[in-house]
């Protein structure tokens, strides 16, 4: 059997329980190297083989995965964040798929909520969004062009934009389309992870805060009104608001 697991963003303790029992009975663990905290397998058997995918190809990491399943073996393969976003896990499904071997997705913590979290936001407020947009820029790997960044930001949702922060002047132009120059924006680098580092400005001056902090891979650009101080409270907990699992009210 065959688990993709998400290691969750980086802090070794936001894998979930069933995830992290699986890594500690896992006869082979491929993990991401380059993006998953080494700690995170630091819990497996001793005799547990490790491949490292940052340097194998989907033909190398699907053989691991074939001779070790033939073999009875439970492989663990290990994605950061949630391995359903930007995770390329779909390839490796659709061949599993047609090698008819057996595998199951434990999801994990995507670092856009670990990014919410750590500058302790709520993406969706009520009277300023309902709608959050995960994307990322153009880059080596192309966007649909009926989902460039200009016509997102159409919406003025809370965005959270992957893979991008190499490119911050060119993210900054093409929200700057719709968003105003007041717009707050957050940058989180490598959240949840012992050197963590946040930027908070405004589309005006984030990118000469971000470059003055020498960020250039691994984080969120987090924007949107969201990030801002005004919005009305929910409904949810609001006194006069009758739901299904509270009638109460002023009555
Ligand atoms: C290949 S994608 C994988 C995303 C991952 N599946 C997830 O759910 O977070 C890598 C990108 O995710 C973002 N990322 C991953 N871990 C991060 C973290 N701890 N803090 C901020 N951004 C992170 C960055 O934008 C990075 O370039």
């Given amino acids: 059997m065959v688990y993709f697991i998400g290691a969750g963003p980086g802090d070794p303790d936001l894998i979930?329980?069933?995830?992290?029992?699986?890594?500690?009975?896992?006869?082979?663990?491929?993990?991401?190297?380059?993006?998953?905290?080494g700690r995170i397998i630091d819990c497996r058997k001793p005799d547990a083989e490790v491949f490292n995918?940052?340097?194998?190809?989907?033909?190398?990491?699907?053989d691991v995965?074939?001779?070790?399943?033939?073999?009875?073996?439970?492989?663990?393969?290990?994605?950061?964040?949630?391995?359903?976003?930007?995770?390329?896990?779909?390839?490796?499904?659709?061949?599993l798929d047609e090698k008819n071997i057996p595998y199951e997705v434990i999801p994990g913590v995507s670092s856009f909520v670990a990014s919410a979290a750590v500058?302790?936001?709520?993406?969706?407020?009520?009277?300023?969004?309902?709608?959050?947009?995960?994307?990322?820029?153009?880059?080596?790997?192309?966007?649909?062009?009926?989902?460039s960044?200009?016509?997102?930001?159409?919406?003025?949702?809370?965005?959270?934009?992957?893979?991008?922060?190499?490119?911050?002047?060119?993210?900054?132009?093409?929200?700057?389309v719709h968003y105003p120059m007041t717009t707050?924006?957050?940058?989180?680098?490598?959240?949840?992870?012992?050197?963590?580092?946040?930027?908070?400005?405004?589309l005006e001056d984030i990118s000469r805060k971000v470059k003055d902090a020498g960020i250039y891979k691994t984080a969120q650009i987090m924007v949107g009104d969201f990030l801002g101080n005004q919005y009305e409270k929910s409904k949810l907990y609001d006194k006069n608001f009758h739901h299904g699992f509270r009638s109460g009210g002023n009555a």
């Fill in 16 to 37: 979930t329980v069933k995830g992290q029992k699986i890594i500690q009975e896992a006869d082979i663990i491929i993990y991401a190297g380059s993006l998953v905290n």
């Fill in 119 to 147: 500058i302790k936001k709520e993406f969706t407020l009520p009277g300023v969004t309902q709608t959050v947009i995960l994307t990322r820029m153009e880059g080596r790997t192309d966007v649909p062009e009926k989902e």
């Fill in 53 to 62: 995918s940052a340097s194998m190809t989907l033909e190398e990491v699907i």
């Fill in 149 to 176: 960044l200009e016509s997102l930001g159409r919406h003025r949702a809370s965005m959270c934009i992957f893979l991008s922060v190499h490119m911050i002047d060119e993210v900054v132009e093409k929200l700057k």
């Fill in 65 to 95: 995965m074939e001779r070790g399943v033939g073999e009875g073996k439970l492989v663990a393969r290990v994605h950061t964040g949630d391995p359903s976003i930007y995770g390329a896990i779909r390839e490796q499904m659709d061949i």
């Fill in 184 to 202: 707050p924006v957050a940058v989180v680098e490598k959240a949840t992870w012992e050197d963590q580092k946040i930027v908070l400005g405004t």
